[in-house]
């Protein structure tokens, strides 16, 4: 597994950090987690209203840019992809290394979406 690839073109721009601008770049690139979304933007929004703090809903912004980051870009998804997929190798260096890639690759979409 590498840890840096070439991530090619990327899909779509990079959304702002709006419920409104994260679901139309999700419906874009993963339409098919358009649930998950709402769902976790419905409890983030309660947890919101329950601990009177924006804190959840600032999280789950965070989150989704995240995620949404790593869909748009082709290398990153597929890095993504390649070290969930080894996380439970038999082999556990091959396991080891996945963890740490898919640690990488969080950590790259993360400091993006936080730009």
Avoid: C
């Avoid at 409890?43 to 995620?67: I, Y």
């Avoid at 748009?72 to 556990?92: C, F, M, T, V, W």
């Avoid at 740490?100 to 979406?113: F, G, I, N, P, Y």
Wanted: hydrophobic fraction near 40%.
């Amino acid at each position: 597994m590498s840890t840096r690839s070439d991530d090619g073109p990327e899909l779509i721009p990079r959304p702002q950090h709006t419920p409104d601008a994260l679901r139309a770049a999700l419906a874009a690139v993963a339409p098919g987690r358009l649930e998950e979304i709402q769902a976790q933007k419905d409890e983030a929004f309660a947890k919101a209203v329950e601990w009177q703090s924006l804190s959840p809903v600032q999280s789950w912004l965070l989150t989704w840019a995240r995620n949404i980051e790593i869909a748009r870009r082709p290398g990153l998804a597929a890095r993504y992809s390649q070290a969930k997929n080894h996380l439970e190798h038999e082999d556990p260096v091959t396991a080891r290394e996945a963890l740490r890639e898919l640690s990488s690759v969080l950590d790259e979409a993360m400091k993006t979406a936080r730009e």
